[in-house]
């Protein structure tokens, strides 16, 4: 038990060591590479290459990087990041994920003495960035959603003004804030770097992931096609919009409290064991030593993540 604990804690720190190498160093060192070899031959750049890919970690954690990049949680990650504008490669935000589980289930390991303890921190420790960023992504949509209504009339009045559109996109650009003028700023950049206007706003609504600037984006391609006063329709989705924005509010108030019943539901518990714990630890340890205490635990743990997610649901109302 002893080898297998200090082969996790030297696997933890090997990791760690790695993950701030790739977020620190890794970009710098690579630039610096490629501007060594600007110098080079061709048959010296290749020689170079061919050493690097027989080094056995080498291609290790190449195969690992390229099986994780096939996978479902990579892409929903890389499209998290794009979308909550945080400049990270999904690489290492999985490599942070790992690490913040390990340090949390050696954190359990070490305390408990327990594997299953220790499972759960890994558990905890691996979805806790994730959490994180899915609040980050919801804030950034969310600013996006208020400030569309506002960029909507800036661009009808910049055409009624006498602007083309991608002038009246500028404008936004301009004289607006993030998220917004970010997004906009980004869809020139890429119209004028040689993207189809089309391509520009799909990929745009590929990175917003918005319903609402999703219709925007349908009636600008619609309106490329075939034409139309596209001031007036702007006004139209604009005034839409702010409805939907105010009919939301109105939601989230109503529902606010049902809410706050399900994350009290889900902490209350955990707080009084942490509590009890800290009062008198030998009381509540006996609950993790005996298997029927376990048992219990594992079952009010489940009633409670399903009494959570049911009352999330319930106050769940799509517009």
């Given amino acids: 038990m002893e080898t297998l604990l200090m082969l996790f804690i030297f696997v933890t720190v090997l990791l760690m060591f790695y993950s701030f190498y790739l977020v620190v160093f890794e970009q710098r060192v690579t630039i610096k590479n490629r501007l060594k070899q600007t110098g080079k031959s061709l048959e010296e750049f290749h020689e170079e290459q061919e050493r690097r890919q027989k080094s056995l970690l080498n291609r290790l954690l190449s195969n690992m990087i390229r099986y994780s990049e096939k996978s479902n949680y990579y892409a929903r990650i890389k499209s998290k990041l794009l979308q909550a504008y945080i400049k990270m490669k999904p690489i290492e935000f999985i490599e942070i994920s790992i690490m913040g589980g390990l340090f949390w289930g050696m954190v359990l390991w070490m305390t408990t003495g327990k594997f299953f303890a220790a499972l759960i921190g890994f558990v905890l420790g ?21 400030q569309l209504p506002q960029a909507l009339s800036l661009i009808s009045n910049g055409l009624r003004a006498g602007f083309s559109f991608p002038q009246a996109m500028a404008v936004v650009g301009r004289e607006m804030e993030s998220p917004i003028a970010d997004e906009f700023a980004k869809v020139l950049r890429d119209n004028s770097y040689g993207k189809n206007m089309d391509e520009a706003l799909m990929d745009l609504s590929k990175r917003t992931d918005d319903e609402d600037l999703d219709i925007f984006i349908t009636t600008l391609l619609i309106h490329l096609q075939v034409g139309g006063d596209l001031s007036e329709i702007l ?14 509010g109105d939601i989230r108030t109503m529902t606010a409290q049902s809410q706050m019943s399900a994350v009290v539901i889900g902490i209350l518990p ?12 030998d009381y509540i340890g006996k609950l993790f030593q005996d298997p029927l205490g ?5 079952i009010a743990g489940t009633m409670i993540l399903f009494g ?6 319930i106050v769940k109302v799509k517009i």
């Fill in 270 to 281: 955990i707080a009084i064991a942490a509590v009890m714990f800290v009062l008198n630890p």
């Fill in 308 to 313: 959570a997610f049911i009352l999330t649901r």
């Fill in 235 to 248: 006004d139209t989705i604009s005034e839409t919009i702010r409805e939907r924005v105010k009919l939301k």
């Fill in 294 to 298: 376990l048992t219990m635990l594992g």
């Fill in 126 to 146: 691996f979805r806790v960035p994730e959490v994180l960023l899915e609040t980050l992504r919801r804030k950034r949509a969310k600013q996006l959603n208020d």
